[in-house]
Nanobody, 116 residues
């Protein structure tokens, strides 16, 4: 059974940093494109960042460019999202997603709250 587990969320002041991790059991994340999404109350889920399979390309939403960095730690079968210079508008539940056609997996989410 495949599981994705996000961790690293929490409460931080504006300007602070958090590092989210997405760890998998049952699949090798390096074989998959992995994305981070977020959903704020009353809003649609939106893509934040993704990294293609292997040493692939990285993509960022305009709202997080220059502040967030996605990376792989293959030894730990993990994809990390380093979030710096956090803003109150970054407050949301953050989800990771692993995708390799036709397989598609989601984690349960981790809450990030940024206070002003």
């Amino acid at each position: 059974q495949v599981r994705l587990v996000e961790s690293g969320g929490g409460l931080v002041q504006a300007g602070g940093s958090l590092r989210l991790s997405c760890t998998s059991s049952g699949i090798t994340l390096d074989d998959y494109a992995v994305g981070w999404f977020r959903q704020a109350p009353g809003k649609e889920r939106e893509g934040v960042s993704c990294i293609s399979a292997g040493e692939g390309s990285r993509y960022y939403a305009d709202s997080v460019k220059g502040r967030f960095t996605i990376s792989r730690d293959n030894a730990k079968n993990t994809v990390n999202l380093q979030m710096n210079s956090l803003k109150p508008e970054d407050t949301a539940v953050y989800y990771c997603n692993a995708y390799l056609w036709p397989r598609h997996y989601w984690g349960q989410g981790t809450q990030v709250t940024v206070s002003s």
